[in-house]
């Protein structure tokens, strides 16, 4: 009776425990899940971050130099500091246009003085048709490279020849001739582009465009003359230039609708042109000597008959001093 007892009492004690236990687990399993989760954690951010040495280790370990990262080759970015020291390899703005319209020439046989033209050229040069954005869409800025390209040739070329003169190795040339040369010169350089030319002057003739084309026209002809040396100082120096200008530009419209081999009718052309500017130039001159010798013939009939009409008036006034003493004189 007494063993029987004694054991139902273990097992009633046994099931209390178990109970108490699963009511344990059935209280906080969020904490252990939570306590679970940030241990994971922790341990992960040990495998990823290296203990921390001692300040003693860090003193006695030697220092070990950073690994360089492994550049690509090609071209390094750089740019123009505050001192104005400029990196090598950088590129402005100004000139990755200048880049791309001179590309651009290439295209402008098919596709004219537009902005596909400027598109094809920046994708020659590796870069997206984007580029072209950078542009205005009436094609006027690839026209003003090309002008002002051409007569940056010219004016190497005229400061070559008239360094060559200076040395002894050519003659000089007749003025007639150095023009006449000097403008077929730079009239050639149109040749490549000549079809699509009209394009190129009817753009420029744009208001807004006006006064840039004009300055590189005023431009060239003032370099021309000053290589043909014109030291004029007086109304002369604006009539000259006024009158290649015209022959200049003359010469251009007769070359857009000049089919002869080799444009032989506009070389023609300039050539009767220069000719007649220099006759203009010698009868001016002569007009200008003549209008001075009769200036001065007249001035000097002038003083002479002013002269005379004073001596008569002299002589009329002493002529009528006796008559009027006469009248004075008491009867």
């Known amino acids: 009776m007494a063993a029987a007892a004694a054991g139902s009492l273990r097992r009633a004690g046994w099931r209390l425990w178990r109970g108490r236990a699963g009511l344990r687990c059935q209280l906080y399993p969020p904490q252990r899940a939570l306590h679970a989760s940030a241990v994971l954690r922790r341990a992960s951010d040990e495998k990823k971050e290296p203990l921390a040495s001692s300040p003693q280790q860090q003193f006695d370990s030697p220092p070990t130099d950073p690994q360089p990262d492994h550049e690509p080759q090609g071209p390094r970015s750089s740019y123009t500091g505050q001192g104005g020291q400029e990196s090598e390899d950088y590129e402005s703005e100004e000139q990755l246009q200048h880049r ?3 590309a651009a020439l290439e295209f402008v046989p098919e596709h004219g003085w537009t902005a596909e033209a400027i598109a094809e ?4 040069l590796g870069l997206s048709v984007a580029a072209a954005g950078m542009f205005h869409n009436d094609g006027s800025e690839l026209i003003l490279h090309f002008v002002s390209q051409c007569n940056t040739k010219l004016s190497d070329m005229l400061e070559q ?4 003169v200076q040395l002894g190795k050519t003659e000089k040339k007749p003025t007639d001739q150095f023009l006449r040369d ?6 050639r350089m149109l040749i490549p582009y000549i079809e699509k030319w009209p394009q190129a002057v009817s753009i420029l003739l744009l208001p807004h465009n006006i006064p840039s084309s004009l300055n590189l ?3 060239m002809i003032d370099d021309i003359l000053h290589y043909a040396g014109d030291q004029s100082t007086d109304f002369n120096w604006y009539t000259r230039r006024a009158v290649l200008t015209g022959i200049y530009n003359t010469t251009e419209l007769v070359m857009m609708q000049d089919s002869s081999p080799d444009f032989e009718e506009t070389w023609r052309f300039l050539e009767n042109r ?3 500017a220099m006759n203009m130039d ?3 001159k002569q007009v200008q000597s003549t209008g001075q010798a009769l200036a001065q013939g007249l001035m000097g009939a002038a003083v002479t008959v002013s002269n005379a009409e004073t001596n008569r008036a002299v002589r009329a006034e002493l002529c009528s001093v006796p008559c009027l003493m006469l009248a004075c004189l008491p009867s």
Request: proline share 0%; net charge negative.
């Open 217 to 219: 026209l005023t431009s």
């Open 121 to 124: 050229g920046a994708k020659t």
């Open 100 to 102: 791309i319209l001179t």
């Open 282 to 284: 010698n009868t001016a």
């Open 161 to 164: 020849e008239q360094k060559e």
């Open 274 to 276: 220069i000719a007649d």
């Open 182 to 187: 000097a403008l077929e010169a730079r009239l």
